[in-house]
């Protein structure tokens, strides 16, 4: 059990992530809100409490990795990487500017970002060959790779999954943020599926399921994660896309878009806490 | 004179009308039928319509399949994920069997702007311009596209169609003829002459202005197919201009530019100036952003025009 504090910390930045998404989007006019927003007590439960990183030295070959496969949700790591002053927050102002650090969808070039994604589906296989690569030389950092639900529908995904369970990647735990929309519309609508733990079940993984805004449920369902051998794990974090935003909740028209003043002051008002965004 | 829209907004008018009175088009999306223009398409005719989800490689063999029980697939997606993502699948099940699928790359080139380098296609020409049987078309506006759709929904065989995102006032004629393979001369000049594709077409009508100030005389081409490209007006342009520049949206190596340059060396050799992406990768940024960085501005290809014409007539002294 983590203690309440712990808790209160992790609840606390999770509401200086959501503000720099917020703001770094309405700043850039353009970003992807829904999904940045779906992710943030994962990513920030995994920055914050799990990871083992050093800000100082990004490329620090022990370090533990994640790839944020769903790229187009940068904004959230981007936050995070930013207060842990991997760069400094006046580059979150500079999001998606011409000749700047932070780009439309990750770079290998921005400090703290393990790998370039952006065209889904493959993240996946990178961290499959990131984790095979640790074992290969002796290394015990663990590899952490977050997937879109919609983003599952990309066939590379499941032959991933079939690669990790060969190769019983036990140092590998794959998040699906599973908030039930893509661009377009609900993942069903476009691509009916049942069982999506019972898929993972089948290819061998193991399997647990949450709620991906509890930070208590994210962080025993790592422990158990870590402990597993033999078979990579996946945690299918139940999610609300937008979560946070009133407006942005379960609304797919804010996969992609930025607020004007007036919506920013609302949301920047429901998601409360304070930023070093001056 | 109304607003302006871009070449995909025109692309997803020109499916409605071509859809009402062909019953065998299909058109296929991955997840981006808002972006791509395709998602009008698929409220008015839904049964002919199927948005594969984030499966691009499934997309296109899909319509692979649907092309041989004789409809007329539009499989369409971003460039990037098009022509980048379903390279096999295009290659092996579309070209290779030489079948009737229409591949719709959105969003071509660095004018794709702020989502950055990873949806910046800047090699799609030169994917499919390699392969066999495939005849890739590149628009310049609004009204070229619609005419490019039916033209292509005409012809028999793998058409890559490539659009782009910025809005695009018209500048070709009304009364021209969308012919696959023929080039458009859209002015005449004596000094040099200019093959743009695409959105760089606008630019070269600017840059015409700013040689013309100089005294400088430059003839126009839009290149609306890069393959089979128009040989008769490359040569036509060789022989009676004895200087050519390219200029596309695209990686300088393997688009408009390379296949200029092979029918110009193989027929007949004067100094070629490709002007593209130099052979980077794009980054974040609004299309004019980034057209000025990577030297793609109309101040920046003039001066480049005006340095190649310096040296090439120093060198032809020398001769
Ligand atoms: C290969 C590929 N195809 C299409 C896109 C365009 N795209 C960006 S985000 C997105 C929807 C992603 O949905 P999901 O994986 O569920 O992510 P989330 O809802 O969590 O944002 C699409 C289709 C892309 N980036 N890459």
Redesign the interface.
């Known amino acids: 059990m983590y203690r309440q504090a712990e808790l209160k910390i992790l609840e606390e930045k999770a509401k200086l992530v959501r503000r720099y998404i917020i703001k770094m989007i309405a700043n850039?006019k353009?970003g992807h809100p829904g999904g940045s927003l779906s992710a943030v007590e994962v990513v920030t439960a995994l920055y914050y409490k799990i990871m083992n990183i050093d800000p100082h030295n990004p490329e620090w070959e022990d370090r533990d990795r994640f790839i944020l496969s769903k790229?187009h949700a940068c904004p959230v790591i981007y936050a995070v990487l930013a207060d842990l002053k991997y760069f400094s927050i006046n580059d979150l102002k500079e999001?998606?500017?011409?000749?700047?650090l932070?780009?439309?969808?990750p770079?290998i070039k921005t400090p703290g970002i393990d790998m370039?994604?952006?065209?889904?589906?493959q993240g996946l296989s990178i961290a499959n060959g990131m984790a095979l690569g640790g074992k290969i030389n002796g290394k015990t950092y663990q590899v952490y790779a977050l997937l879109g639900d919609?983003?599952l529908?990309?066939?590379?995904i499941w032959e991933a999954v079939m690669s990790a369970y060969h190769n019983k990647l036990d140092n590998l735990t794959v998040f699906v943020d599973y908030n039930k929309l893509?661009?377009?519309?609900s993942?069903v609508s476009?691509?009916s599926f049942s069982g999506l733990g019972e898929k993972w079940r089948a290819f061998g993984w193991s399997v647990i399921e949450i709620d991906g805004h509890n930070f208590e449920q994210i962080l025993s369902a790592i422990t158990i994660a870590k402990s597993t051998k033999n078979i990579p794990t996946v945690i299918i974090a139940n999610t609300i896309k937008g979560k946070g935003v009133s407006f942005m909740e379960n609304e797919v028209a804010w996969h992609g878009g930025a607020t004007d003043d007036n919506q920013l002051s609302i949301a920047l008002n429901e998601i409360g806490g304070e930023d070093a965004w001056v | 004179m109304g607003m302006n829209i871009s070449t995909k907004q025109a692309y997803g008018k020109a499916l409605l009308s071509l859809g009402s009175q062909n019953i065998k088009i299909i058109v296929l999306d991955a997840d981006l039928a808002k972006a791509t223009c395709t998602l009008e398409f698929g409220e008015t005719f839904p049964d002919r319509f199927f948005n594969m989800g984030i499966a691009e490689q499934d997309l296109f063999a899909t319509a692979a399949g649907l092309s041989t029980c004789g409809l007329i697939p539009f499989a369409t997606t971003f460039a990037m994920f098009s022509a980048g993502r379903a390279y096999d699948q295009i290659r092996n099940s579309i070209a290779y069997p030489n079948l009737n699928v229409k591949i719709v790359g959105v969003h071509g080139g660095i004018s794709t702007g702020p989502d950055g380098a990873s949806h910046q296609c800047i090699e799609d020409f030169s994917l499919m311009r390699t392969i066999p049987n495939m005849v890739v078309v590149s628009p310049t506006d609004p009204l070229e596209t619609a005419k490019a759709v039916y033209a292509i929904a005409k012809y028999e065989g793998p058409v890559y169609l490539r659009l782009t995102r910025d809005p695009m006032p018209n500048i070709t004629r009304e009364d021209k003829d969308f012919i696959i393979g023929k080039a458009d001369r859209l002015f005449d000049g004596k000094d040099l002459t200019i093959f743009a594709t695409g959105v760089m077409v606008h630019k070269a009508l600017k840059v015409r202005e700013l040689l013309n100030l100089e005294g400088i005389s430059a003839r126009i081409v839009n290149v609306h197919t890069i393959k089979p490209i128009d040989t008769e007006e490359i040569l036509l342009a060789a022989s009676e201009t004895n200087k050519i520049v390219t200029l596309e949206d695209h990686n300088i190596i393997g688009g408009l530019g390379s296949a200029v340059s092979e029918v110009v060396t193989d027929n007949y050799p004067v100094p070629i100036l490709r002007i593209g992406v130099n052979d980077v990768f794009g980054q974040s940024g609004t299309s004019d952003d980034l057209f000025e960085y990577y030297g793609l501005g109309t101040d920046c290809i003039t001066e480049s025009i005006k340095e190649f014409l310096i040296k090439k007539a120093v060198l032809n002294k020398k001769n």
């Open positions: 850039a353009s790229g999001l998606r500017k011409i000749g700047k932070l780009q439309g969808h770079s370039a994604t952006g065209s889904l589906g919609g983003e529908q990309e066939g590379q893509q661009l377009d519309g993942c476009l691509k």
